[in-house]
């Protein structure tokens, strides 16, 4: 453990210390994820794995410091600059923070690139009641990482080049004993042997190659959740600790209002086909989080070809953790009002 002086400090010796090998993370919230963007920027672009968890709390600015919110979902997708895109999870419960923290390195290290765990300050800061943590038994997946041995059984390694379609390369750890391994890692524009480059064609294809990657991750992150009930014609998204409210929501919407419901709990970005397919069987899709413009619905809207007429969005961005209540009455409201 590693005291920094700030969180630019903070992220730079996680990504450091990703480079050389070894598994590093660094926590933060907001504020502190703004400061990381320009060296997120190049551990997306150098390829270099790094976790980093977001305890979300109300902004802008300080905002309201110790209450909760899910105000940093476009930020955390999209953080650097120019055609960026990071993994994002969300756990919903302990359990999940739990779980997700060490899935958050196999995928770091898989795709080789930052990992963001999208927690908040409900989930962060008040008491939990959870059964025991299983401690995992799976073997860590380190990616592809090349041994000394294994180049010399290939005779050539190119950083950069994808071998296998999926958008993912291999590499070598600094310090590997080989002439072929990697010693340096590039934030600038290169070409398939991690050389400068400033030629279109050489940039175009690494960005290319950069999008192979996301459909990769596409069928890594963790699957959604998804419950139907026979006969709904209304769907409900949610995704973290807004779970919570979602079990009781719904009892009250087919108890009290006759409202069937379909639930499909995100639990990571980018966005699966399971997306695709909870839309097509929905008339109505409601988009229920805790920020003020409805930031995950926008993304829905951008990421679905068809099906944009279908979303509605119920926010909530009181600062207090998020109750069924206030879903069932804003749903109730705006059914009439369809």
Partial sequence: IVQAEDELAAVGMAIGAGWAGARAMTATSGPGISLMAEFVGLAFF??????????????????????????????????????TW??????ANMKECF??????????????QPVFVASDLDLGM???SSDPFQYPEKPLDRGKVLTA????????????????????????????DHPLAA?????????????????????????????????????????PLVEHENGAEV???????????????????????NVLTHYFRLRALPFSQDLHDFFSI?????????????????????????????????LHFKGLPIDARFITDELVSQEKEK
């Avoid at 390829?47 to 709390?57: C, H, L």
């Avoid at 990071?86 to 756990?91: G, M, R």
């Fill in 46 to 83: 150098a390829e270099v794995p790094v976790v980093i968890f977001d305890v979300q709390r109300v902004g802008p600015s300080t905002g309201l410091p110790t209450r909760t919110a899910q105000g940093d979902v476009v930020s955390l997708y999209y953080l650097s600059h120019g055609d």
């Fill in 183 to 223: 010693y340096f890692a590039r934030g600038s524009g290169h070409d398939e042997n991690a050389g400068y480059s400033e030629k279109p064609e050489d940039y175009e294809g690494l960005m290319n190659r950069l999008d192979r990657k996301r459909e990769t991750a596409r069928s890594l992150v963790p699957s």
């Fill in 126 to 128: 008040n008491n939990w």
């Fill in 235 to 257: 769907g409900l998204i949610s995704y973290g600790s807004t779970d919570v409210a979602m079990d009781e929501c719904r009892n009250q919407l087919r108890n009290e209002h």
């Fill in 86 to 91: 990071n993994v994002v999870l969300f756990p």
């Fill in 149 to 176: 041995e294994d180049l010399d059984r290939l005779g050539e390694f190119s950083r950069c080049k994808d071998v296998d379609g999926d958008g993912v390369t291999y590499r070598t750890l600094p310090g590997t």
């Fill in 282 to 314: 929905c008339e109505r899709v409601y988009v229920v989080e805790q920020n003020k413009d409805g930031q995950m619905a926008n993304m829905i809207k951008m990421e679905l070809k068809e099906g944009h007429s279908k979303i509605r969005k119920i």
């Fill in 99 to 112: 779980d997700f923290s060490g899935e958050a390195f196999d995928l770091a290290e898989r795709l080789q």
